[in-house]
Structure formats: C-alpha cells, structure tokens
C-alpha cells in the first residue's frame, strides 16, 4: 500500500504564501498521479491540481496563474509540492494529497493539513 505524508499549511494573510508538500512511500512503483485536493467547511471535496509520471500537470481554474505543483521521484519515494501563491480567504480549506495507482486502481489518500487564510 502507498502511504502518505503531509507537511505545511497554517495560518497566512491574504496575498501571502505557503508551500505543502506530500511524500509518498510504500508500494509506489504503480502510482501514475499525485496531486491535491481541497475541502472547505460545508463544501465537497474539489481537485486543486494533479501532476502525472510523464510530466502532465492540471489545475483548477480558482488557482491557475498562482499555484504550482512539483513533483520528484527518488528511488524510494516521490514527492509533490504546492506551492501557493497570492492566497485569497476563500483557499481556506483542508488540503489533502492523492495518489492514484494506475496498477490497482486504489486512491490513496493523505491525512489532511489545514489552510487558513486570513482577510
């Protein structure tokens, strides 16, 4: 099984920036896609961006031209960042990582880490 761990987010004023980053180990060998989504108080949880093993990247309309995703592969493990840019109050959300394993077609999914975003 794949595991992941979560690291960043907290408490930043609107306009600020933060970077989340999520490392995935275990049986990796099948995961075709990593990425991040977000889940707001009330709302359903929606995609924020994905990256795939051959370099595809896709983002929601709400954070083109402000996030980045990153991913690198080490022998072990693959990581993905996000980096956040020009944060507005209505990013406020917990933010979760995703890998998809192409092989066994199993979602695996990070523990959550909050965002908030102050005006």
């Known amino acids: 099984q794949v595991q992941l761990v979560e690291s960043g987010g907290g408490l930043v004023q609107a306009g600020g920036s933060l970077r989340l980053s999520c490392a995935a180990s275990?049986?990796?060998?099948?995961?075709?896609?990593m990425g991040w989504y977000r889940q707001a108080p009330g709302k359903q949880r929606e995609l924020v961006a994905t990256?795939?093993?051959?370099?595809?990247?896709?983002?929601a309309d709400f954070v083109k031209g402000r996030f980045i995703i990153s991913r690198e592969r080490a022998t072990n493990a693959i990581t993905v960042d996000l980096q956040m840019n020009s944060l507005k109050p209505e990013d406020t959300a917990v933010y979760y990582c995703?890998?998809?394993?192409?092989?066994?077609?199993?979602?695996?999914w990070g523990q959550g880490t909050q965002v908030t975003v102050s005006s």
């Open positions: 275990g049986s990796i060998w099948g995961i075709n896609s």
């Open positions: 995703n890998a998809y394993d192409l092989l066994t077609s199993y979602d695996a």
């Open positions: 990256t795939k093993s051959g370099g595809t990247t896709n983002y």
